[in-house]
C-alpha cells in the first residue's frame, strides 16, 4: 500500500495519530516534501527527534530579536 493510503486511513478517527500524522502532512507540505518516501522520512525522523529547548516570553523577556541589528544601517564604512 503506497504511503500516501496508509496517511489517509491513519488519520481516521480514533486512530490516536491524527496529531503526529497531520504535523507531519503539513510539515511536508510548508516543505514541499511529496516524494516516495518522503513522509515516512518525516515521521521517523520525529520520532528519533527529541525535543529542544523552549522559549517563552515574560514580563521580563521579550522573544523579539530587537533592533540592534539594525544600529549600523545608514553609517558609513570605514575605508581599509
Not at 504535523?23 to 514541499?32: E, I, K, M, N, S
Not at 523579539?64 to 544601517?73: E, F, H, I, N, V
Request: glycine share 16%; net charge negative; no cysteine.
Amino acid at each position: 500500500m503506497p504511503i500516501w493510503n496508509k496517511a489517509i486511513s491513519a488519520t481516521s478517527p480514533g486512530s490516536g495519530i491524527n496529531f503526529i500524522l497531520g504535523w507531519a502532512l503539513g510539515h511536508a507540505a510548508v516543505t514541499g516534501r511529496f516524494g516516495e518516501g518522503d513522509l515516512a522520512s518525516i515521521l521517523a525522523h520525529q520520532a528519533r527527534s527529541r525535543p529542544g529547548p523552549t522559549h517563552t516570553a515574560g514580563p521580563d523577556r521579550s522573544l523579539s530579536q530587537g533592533t540592534g541589528g539594525w544600529a549600523d544601517l545608514g553609517t558609513p564604512e570605514e575605508p581599509q
